[in-house]
């Protein structure tokens, strides 16, 4: 029975994709739920599943061509699943390639689903015996990792759930167990290189002591291996790729600046002549300032007219764009200038992690994006660290952890956002998106850098929940433990820079937070205090509050009733609260 396969819809308000690439061509047999081709939208890359088992009859829609939701772009044949894929003889394509078997099964494997979200490299059975170890999903919508490191190489034999590799993403880094035990026999992505989820990364003898194959080197050229890469740090691939994807590339996925620019306007541009320059120089209307099909289509309609800015639009049709400078045209010099440059001289050049370039984006765009605003309270915390002491040894006899002056604070953050909810907000173009529900951003230093772990519905707990949950993410984050979900999803930020030593700090807000608030160091200070028989000097246990607020929607009287609010519920610390 043929069935057909419509264009599906990639999110709310989505009317059209464009097809990247196709993954099986007319001929090829598609196991339900294997990957059958890739769609681009304004908002989001996604690679698509089959929805049925069987021989692709018909492509319908080509790549590079557009098409709208609903719309029919193949045609697959159900009743030639019993024994088609024994019968394929027609190599994949290079990016979703597996090796062949040497006979036909007696009948047809069944589906491989794909990975769930946070789950452990899966395994398939190779020809050889060996088993195929897959780059896994790190959570829902991550289509790519970077592989930071191999805990293992070939020859190595490793335990079932011991580290195998450590693996990057735009949101967390994550050191990935193997999902079975034997010897390491091939290793077929090298660290650095970026992955598409479920491309074979290696290959482990099931065997215990199996011995280990030939040493491979980088993969060859002309060896199917399915490493499908994308993104702005994709090495130079062997594998052949379709020429008009190519020709895409001639505009970069990503420019300098961080914005990413879809194939879909990438396309456009170059078919009207749009060089990267130019493209840069389009104000963006999407998430983080993504130029979408829209704003290229009215920079078009203006072109040469004057300055560049998009079309007036109804505001109830889109977003209105955010007020964000224009990213610098000028890309960044590459490793080798910036080695020329300081040759001779006395100094170290230390390329950035994975992690620390996302950071420094993140950083860039906040700063692009909002408007800071400061805020300083002095907080007496002598209060709280008198509950400190009194409940520390029931607290960790109870709970296996230490009390710490942690869960008073976000604790204290949390009830003040119930009352100021137009802190725990974000802005999208000339629209405030006001949460109903709290999720504070925890900022953890580890040893790779800053990650903010997501404590979510801080709202709906309790004193010791919120001490339970706070505890476990930073624990999780030092251990490199963190799933996709446990850094996505904040509403508002703390920090503690005053675990250092510091009194004093002015963080930059986490986008897109419209505040984030600071923590000081402790130190006992003498101060007045106000009596029924006078004014007294008494010394307390004093610290630095700071809120920095996104000017756009948080003016100085919210921000600052906001910041005393806390001051107050911390100063005021009440026994039953715990």
Not at 132 to 146: A, D, N, R, S
Not at 291 to 311: C, F, N, W
Request: with cysteine; aromatic share 6%.
């Amino acid at each position: 029975m043929k069935t057909e396969v419509l264009m599906p819809m990639l999110g709310e308000g989505i009317t059209e994709g464009t097809i990247v690439r196709w993954w099986k061509k007319p001929g090829d047999f598609v196991k339900k739920d294997e990957t059958l081709l890739e769609i681009s939208t304004d908002k989001v890359d996604s690679e698509i599943p089959s929805p049925h088992e069987g021989k692709v009859v018909e492509i319908k829609a080509q790549e590079n061509e557009t098409v709208a939701v609903n719309t029919v772009i193949a045609v697959i044949d159900a009743a030639a699943a019993g024994g088609a894929e024994a019968r394929e003889e027609t190599p994949r394509p290079a990016a979703a390639a597996k090796p062949a078997h040497a006979s036909p099964p007696p009948a047809p494997a069944p589906a491989q689903p794909k990975p769930a979200p946070a789950s452990p490299p899966t395994a398939a059975p190779s020809p050889a015996g060996a088993m195929e170890v897959e780059m896994p999903m790190l959570g829902e919508g991550i289509t790519e990792g970077t592989i930071v490191r191999w805990w293992k190489k070939p020859g190595d034999f490793v335990k079932k759930d011991e580290t195998l590799l450590e693996i990057s993403t735009d949101k967390v880094d994550s050191e990935i167990p193997s999902p079975f035990e034997g010897t390491v026999l091939e290793i077929l992505a090298a660290e650095s290189q970026t992955v598409t989820v479920g491309s074979v990364i290696a290959k482990i003898s099931a065997e215990k002591g199996a011995p280990a194959a030939e040493k491979p080197s980088a993969p060859d050229k002309g060896r199917n291996v399915p490493v499908p890469m994308s993104g702005s740090n994709r090495p130079g691939s062997t594998a052949p790729a379709p020429q008009p994807a190519a020709r895409t590339n001639e505009i970069p996925r990503r420019e300098s600046g961080g914005r990413f620019f879809s194939p879909l306007v990438r396309n456009i541009a170059r078919a009207e002549g749009i060089g990267k320059d130019e493209l840069a120089e389009i104000p963006g209307t999407g998430l983080e300032g993504r130029v979408t099909k829209q704003d290229i289509l009215s920079y078009l309609e203006t072109r040469g007219a004057g300055p560049s800015r998009p079309a007036p639009t109804p505001a109830a049709s889109r977003p209105a764009p955010p007020q964000q400078p224009a990213a610098p045209a000028r890309p960044a010099p590459s490793a080798g200038e910036v080695t020329e440059k300081w040759q001779g001289e006395r100094v170290e050049v230390l390329p950035m992690d994975a992690i620390r370039k996302k950071i420094a984006d993140h950083m860039v765009l906040s700063k692009q994006t909002s408007p800071h605003v400061y805020g300083v309270a002095e907080c007496d915390f002598t209060a709280v660290l008198n509950l400190v002491s009194k409940h520390k040894n029931a607290f960790q006899e109870r709970e296996g952890f230490k009390l710490t002056i942690n869960p008073f604070i976000l604790y204290a953050v949390t009830r003040a956002a119930k009352d100021f909810p137009g802190v725990n907000a974000s802005v999208e173009g000339y629209n405030v998106i006001r949460k109903r529900f709290i999720n504070i951003g925890m900022a953890v230093a580890t040893e790779r850098g800053l990650i903010v772990p997501v404590l979510k519905n801080a709202d709906e707990l309790n004193f010791t929940g919120i001490a339970r949950t706070a505890y476990d993410l930073a624990m999780r984050a030092r251990d490199k433990k963190l799933n996709i979900e446990d850094v996505q999803g904040s509403t508002l930020t703390v920090t503690n820079y005053g675990v250092f030593g510091n009194i004093i700090g002015f963080p930059i807000i986490n986008q897109p937070n419209v505040a984030i608030m600071g923590v000081g160091a402790i130190k006992k200070r003498p101060v007045v205090l106000e009596t029924e028989q006078g004014d007294v000097i008494g010394i307390r246990a004093i610290g630095f509050l700071t809120l920095s607020y996104d000017h756009r929607i948080v003016d100085g009287e919210l921000g600052d009733k906001y910041l005393q609010r806390v001051r107050h519920y911390l100063e005021t610390f009440e026994e039953a609260w715990m």
